[in-house]
């Protein structure tokens, strides 16, 4: 049994490594760079992957230190724990468990299509800036929204992606917001500035609308306190 289990956990990673395109040491030579991932597998412990499936795992650059867990793989080899860290994960009776995760030296993690690429994807970059507290819908981008927290005196962006096959909505759970299931390509809804300075509503949802600083440029994203937004007076009622 001891042997099944070693020859299964290095054809394994021969699998894996394989597909990323990495290579690294056994006899305790740091980590090297090739590929997507900056990787020291000197300490991986065990050569039962049961072992490895109940260890801690943390992605960490300098004192930056995030813990993940099954569900960070996505039921993937690979997947992005946000835009910075990528995680390798290996399928253990259907289950799959979190081997180690690493920065990307690429400089982002492709939340979409789960690598680390060197220009920022659109879930990476804050285009918004916070208007005021709570959750915004992204206008240009129905699988990420924006939740705008308040902290010391400052409210601070966070841009947030949705679970694989769901768009972000803000009538959805009772006009709350959240993350539902995309059954059509109109379940997916976003607004297109048209004219340079100029504000307008959100097409799905008019308690929300834009300014448009022109046709190119990220648009700024505001909520009505009360009512929706109406471009004849302009102003919310």
């Known amino acids: 049994m001891t042997m099944f289990w070693r020859c ?22 740091g980590p090297r760079k090739a590929g997507q991932l900056d ?50 994960c290996q399928n253990v009776s259907g289950t799959y468990h979190p081997l180690f995760c690493n920065k990307c030296s690429f400089g982002h993690c492709d939340p979409v299509k789960s690598v680390c690429v060197d220009k920022a ?12 507290k709570g959750f915004f819908p992204n206008p240009l981008e129905c699988e990420t929204y924006f939740r705008c927290l308040e902290e010391d005196n400052n409210l ?14 803000s009538t959805a759970n009772n006009y709350t917001g959240g993350c539902v299931k995309r059954n059509a390509p109109t379940d997916c809804y976003t607004t297109q500035c048209k004219e340079a300075n100029k504000f307008v509503p959100l097409n799905h949802d008019p308690r929300f609308y834009m300014y448009c600083v022109n046709t190119t440029a990220p648009p700024y994203v505001f909520r009505c306190p009360q009512g929706h937004y109406d471009e004849t007076i302009p102003g919310c009622i």
Do not use: R
């Open 8 to 29: 299964a956990v290095m054809l394994s990673l021969l699998a894996i490594w394989g597909a990323i395109g990495f290579e690294s040491s056994f006899n305790g030579a």
């Open 39 to 88: 990787i020291n597998i000197d300490n991986l412990g065990a050569y039962n992957p049961l072992t490895w499936a109940t260890a801690e795992v943390q992605c960490v650059d300098g004192d930056e230190k995030v813990s993940v867990t099954s569900d960070d793989c996505k039921e993937s080899t690979q997947a992005c724990v946000d835009c910075k860290y990528i995680l390798l």
């Open 121 to 132: 994807p659109l879930q990476c970059t804050p285009h918004q800036e916070c208007t005021s």
């Open 156 to 169: 601070k962006l966070q841009v947030l992606l949705c679970p694989d096959s769901q768009v972000y909505q």
